[in-house]
């Protein structure tokens, strides 16, 4: 597999892809972005290369030799947390679900755009700088105090949510799409509002990834939470209003 020259202090990318045209590819682009890139073909090298590489972002395969790439993926996170973006080549939103489940925080379906893969990657680096930042600010000023939306509690400063009092593990995504519905509750959020002010992501093909990303929130949270408006996108509605509410539905 193709590889970039590493460089000290520059963002370190761990692509898993077993087709090497694709991963040759990836690694062409994400070098002209300047970045480290380190390419394997199977999920036990991934696994490996991962804890050695120790990289900023895995952008992982899920069907892949050895071991698939909901395992890799699980195998990671629990080593070290990190931004995944996984790349299906089924356009089956089960298997969407199921690798945000384990710990991805995007996925894409090929056929893909290089331009949108970049873009894409560059939003889980940036959340990541942005996250980090704002727990080294917590330890300097004082932390904003949690936001408290019915019995659903977010922690910005810790970037942890309870409901009724219990913790629910959430992605970095998935934790900055409930934050951005609950800063503004019963107020509804197009899918684009969300692209934009989420994953910093315009392009209206993007919309299934919010879609998914709800349905993975109200697998965690609940189904009552998150109210549908068909055709526009969706709304936080607290617990104590979303059982009168009829409008409630999937997407």
């Given at each position: 597999?193709?590889?970039?020259?590493?460089?000290?202090?520059?963002?370190?990318?761990?692509?898993?892809?077993?087709?090497?045209?694709?991963?040759?590819?990836?690694?062409?682009?994400?070098?002209?972005?300047?970045?480290?890139?380190?390419?394997?073909?199977?999920?036990?090298?991934?696994?490996?290369?991962?804890?050695r590489?120790?990289?900023?972002?895995?952008?992982?395969?899920?069907?892949?030799?050895?071991i698939?790439?909901?395992?890799?993926?699980?195998?990671?996170?629990?080593?070290?947390?990190?931004?995944?973006?996984m790349?299906?080549?089924?356009?089956?939103?089960?298997?969407?679900l199921?690798?945000?489940?384990?710990?991805?925080?995007?996925?894409?379906?090929?056929?893909?755009?290089m331009?949108?893969?970049?873009?894409?990657?560059?939003?889980?680096?940036?959340?990541?700088?942005?996250?980090?930042?704002?727990?080294?600010m917590?330890?300097?000023?004082?932390?904003?105090?949690?936001?408290?939306?019915?019995?659903?509690?977010?922690?910005?400063?810790?970037?942890?949510?309870?409901?009724?009092?219990?913790?629910?593990?959430?992605?970095?995504?998935?934790?900055?799409?409930?934050?951005?519905?609950?800063?503004?509750?019963?107020?509804?959020?197009?899918?684009?509002?969300?692209?934009?002010?989420?994953?910093?992501?315009?392009?209206?093909?993007?919309?299934?990834?919010?879609?998914?990303?709800?349905?993975?929130?109200?697998?965690?949270?609940?189904?009552?939470?998150?109210?549908?408006?068909?055709?526009?996108?969706?709304?936080?509605?607290?617990?104590?209003?979303?059982?009168?509410?009829?409008?409630?539905?999937?997407?």
């Amino acid at each position: 597999m193709a590889t970039s020259v590493a460089r000290p202090g520059v963002t370190t990318v761990l692509v898993v892809e077993d087709e090497p045209a694709i991963a040759q590819a990836i690694v062409h682009r994400f070098t002209a972005e300047g970045w480290n890139v380190e390419a394997v073909g199977d999920g036990h090298a991934g696994v490996a290369t991962a804890a050695r590489l120790q990289p900023d972002v895995v952008v992982l395969d899920v069907m892949l030799p050895g071991i698939d790439g909901l395992e890799v993926c699980r195998q990671i996170q629990a080593e070290r947390p990190v931004p995944v973006l996984m790349l299906t080549a089924r356009d089956d939103e089960t298997d969407m679900l199921v690798g945000l489940g384990v710990g991805a925080d995007d996925y894409m379906t090929k056929p893909f755009s290089m331009r949108e893969l970049v873009a894409r990657t560059k939003v889980l680096l940036r959340r990541t700088e942005r996250a980090a930042r704002a727990a080294e600010m917590a330890t300097v000023q004082q932390p904003e105090p949690p936001l408290v939306v019915g019995d659903v509690t977010i922690d910005s400063a810790q970037r942890r949510v309870q409901r009724a009092g219990t913790e629910v593990h959430l992605t970095p995504t998935e934790f900055d799409l409930l934050l951005t519905l609950a800063s503004s509750p019963r107020t509804v959020l197009t899918r684009e509002r969300l692209l934009a002010d989420v994953w910093d992501w315009v392009d209206a093909s993007g919309t299934r990834t919010v879609d998914s990303h709800i349905k993975a929130l109200r697998r965690k949270l609940g189904p009552d939470l998150i109210r549908t408006v068909h055709g526009v996108g969706y709304a936080y509605e607290p617990a104590d209003a979303a059982a009168d509410d009829p409008a409630e539905g999937g997407s």
